[in-house]
Every structure is written in structure tokens, then in C-alpha cells.
């Protein structure tokens, strides 16, 4: 049976109200001991507030959102306030020492986080950013105290004092072997986180609607508040490494900025003068035009030119038409004399004799002579 926190720890005057926040009932109020909220209405006013705005459809940015991510970080600041005075949590205690009814406030820093991720101001972002990682390394450090699970811690940030101060950003290096090794094993690790992610919360809508309902016993209570506890410590590991990806940019850009505003020592160049050849001054000075614009030739210039070169369009072919047309009236009156001789015509073969001999005749007498 899991002890309660009081019982380990020595009673001291004006211990009474720390001992009440271990109580299941959670009849925890201001130390003050004015009228205010419970404890435990604080941290469920504000976790209602972050599902209501982590779920929503409406834009981010609007203003009845963000009025809601405001008040609910105002509850949730409360309730670490409360819990800071109360002292809850201790270094010297194990986790089974810490009651049920206070593992649920193990969970502030992470919700305190996650919903200052919500706030959308532009001219804020990076303090947004950087508030945020410091709430999820709270809450992974308390979590790596009471050994809630087994995961690796990530780098601080560096302090104000140990960042960088030049101008523009530092070119990062080409990755050899040892950083692909390194990238392989932060990849290893990414998927692995997915799937522990998935298996816890598949075992927490299991229990949920239990605890939610009040039927759930001591035991029960317990796992589904560890079982959250487990699923937030994923989650931080990967809003961190996101927020160091968001910051280096919004330094980046930051740097841009103060580069454009910044103002240079050195004068402002004089206006370079036009560069004008004397040729084309000169031409354009006569022409009026800075190119040759005036006509080189005449047109029967240029059609002469055309013809002795034998580059107009219809030049050359008559010639040849004159030459098919010859070639093929030669044709035409053989195949005449072909077809007579075929059909036997007595009088064209009559006509075909007598001009052959009359041929032959004056043939032989131009011989002679």
C-alpha cells in the first residue's frame, strides 16, 4: 500500500494545511485563508481550458480564444503557486511516497507549457517560446527526480550571456559520420516515442471515463494519473526539440531585422552616369535615332540583286518547264508512230517510208557534195 505523503514527513506548526493537499478531497485553499478556488479546482479549470482550446475549430488567434488560453494560464499559474508554497514535491521523496491525490499536480509545469504555446503574438513569439521550454524542462526534471520513466534530459538553452553575439548566423557545419549516427539514433528515438505515445494513450481511454465518473478506486486513480504523467513527458520531449527549431528561426529572423535597421557608416554612393559610345552619339545626333534607321538601297536595287543571284521565287523555272514540255511532245509522237505501226495503217506506214527514204536522199547527196 502506497504511504501518504504526511505520514513521511515531520509535522511542523502550521503543517495542518499541507497535510489537508494530500487528501483525495482536495480541499486545498489559499493559505491566506481567504474565500479562494481549491487547488484541485484550479488544475482541472485549467486543464479543461487547454482540451477545450487544443480541440477547438476557431482560429488560434482570435480573440475569444486567446481570452480563454489567458485565463487558463492564470489558473494554472495559481495552482503552481499554491503548490510552490504547500511544498508538495520533495528531492528526497520516491514516487510511491507522493499520494494519488497529488500525482495529478506533477502535471502543471507541462500544462503551463503547452498552453503558453497557445499565446499567438508575433512581436512576443520568441519569449512565448522560451518561457514554454523552460516550463517543460521543469516538468521533465521533476519527473527524471521521482523516476517516473527512463528518458534522457534534454540541453538547456543557453543562458542570455552565453549566446552568440555576431550578426548574422554561423553556417552549420557539413554533417559527417558521427552526425548521421547521431540523426539515425534522434530518429530511432522519435519513433519510439510515437509508439509508447500511442500505447499510453490507448490505455488511458481505457480508465478515463472511470475516473471521470468517480467509480474508479485508489489503484485506478493512481494508473491514470501515472499513465498521464508518462504521456506528458513524450510530449514535452517533443514540443522541446520543436521549440529549438522555432527558435533558431526567430533569432534568424531577428537578426535580419536589426541588420536592415541598423545604419551604415559608410556614405551613399553617387548615381552612376550613363555609358555613351561616341559612334552612336554621333549617329544619333544625324539620324535622330540611336541606329541605323535610314534605307541602304532601292527596291529595283534590291530585285536586281535577287535575279543575278537567282533567288527569286519564280526565277529558273520556265527553263525547266520549256524542257519537260519538249521531252514529252518527243514521247507522245513516238507512241503515236508505235500504236499506227501496230494496226497496220497502210497509209501511215506509206508516209513512214517515204520520209525515211526522202531522209536517206538528202542525207547521201549532202555526202557527195
Excluded at 523552460?134 to 520513466?149: G, N, S
Excluded at 525547266?320 to 497502210?346: F, G, Y
Aim: aromatic share 6%; net charge negative; glycine share 4%.
Amino acid at each position: 500500500m502506497v504511504k501518504n505523503k504526511t505520514q513521511t514527513k515531520k509535522t511542523e506548526p502550521g503543517s495542518e494545511e499541507k497535510m489537508a493537499s494530500c487528501e483525495p478531497s482536495g480541499e486545498v485553499r489559499d493559505a491566506s485563508g481567504s474565500d479562494a478556488p481549491k487547488l484541485s479546482e484550479l488544475l482541472d479549470g485549467g486543464w479543461k481550458i487547454y482540451e477545450e482550446v487544443d480541440s477547438t475549430n476557431e482560429p488560434l488567434g482570435s480573440n475569444a480564444v486567446q481570452l480563454r488560453v489567458r485565463r487558463g494560464l492564470g489558473l494554472l499559474q495559481e495552482a503552481a503557486r499554491m503548490v510552490a508554497q504547500l511544498d508538495l514535491f520533495s528531492r528526497n521523496e520516491d514516487l510511491e511516497e507522493v499520494s494519488t491525490a497529488d500525482l495529478k499536480y506533477l502535471l502543471l509545469p507541462a500544462l503551463l507549457g503547452a498552453l503558453t504555446l497557445k499565446q499567438t503574438s508575433r512581436d512576443q513569439r520568441l519569449t512565448t517560446v522560451q518561457t514554454a521550454r523552460d516550463h517543460f524542462m521543469d516538468f521533465l526534471m521533476r519527473c527524471k527526480e521521482y523516476h517516473v520513466t527512463r528518458f534522457e534530459l534534454p540541453k538547456r538553452r543557453e543562458s542570455p550571456g552565453e549566446e552568440s553575439h555576431s550578426d548574422l548566423p554561423a553556417a552549420k557545419p557539413t554533417p559527417g559520420s558521427a552526425d548521421l549516427v547521431a540523426m539515425a539514433t534522434q530518429r530511432q528515438a522519435k519513433i519510439e516515442r510515437y509508439r509508447q505515445k500511442k500505447e499510453l494513450e490507448a490505455r488511458l481511454s481505457d480508465v478515463r471515463s472511470a475516473v471521470e465518473s468517480g467509480q474508479a478506486d485508489d489503484e485506478m486513480s493512481r494508473e491514470f494519473y501515472l499513465l498521464n504523467v508518462r504521456r506528458w513527458i513524450t510530449v514535452s520531449l517533443e514540443e522541446i526539440e520543436s521549440i529549438g527549431q522555432e527558435e533558431e528561426i526567430l533569432k534568424n529572423i531577428d537578426g535580419l531585422k536589426q541588420n536592415s535597421t541598423r545604419p551604415t557608416n559608410q556614405p551613399p554612393r553617387p548615381p552612376m552616369k550613363p555609358f555613351i559610345l561616341t559612334k552612336d552619339a554621333v549617329q544619333a545626333h544625324v539620324f535622330g535615332a540611336g541606329y541605323p534607321s535610314l534605307p541602304t538601297m532601292t527596291v529595283d536595287d534590291w530585285y536586281d540583286q535577287h535575279k543575278k543571284r537567282g533567288a527569286l521565287p519564280d526565277q529558273g523555272l520556265p527553263r525547266r518547264v520549256a524542257e519537260d514540255e519538249d521531252s514529252d511532245a518527243k514521247e507522245r509522237e513516238e507512241e503515236e508512230k508505235e500504236k499506227k505501226a501496230e494496226n497496220d495503217d497502210e497509209e501511215s506506214l506509206m508516209k513512214a517510208r517515204n520520209w525515211d527514204d526522202w531522209k536517206d536522199n538528202h542525207q547521201r547527196e549532202e555526202e557527195e557534195t
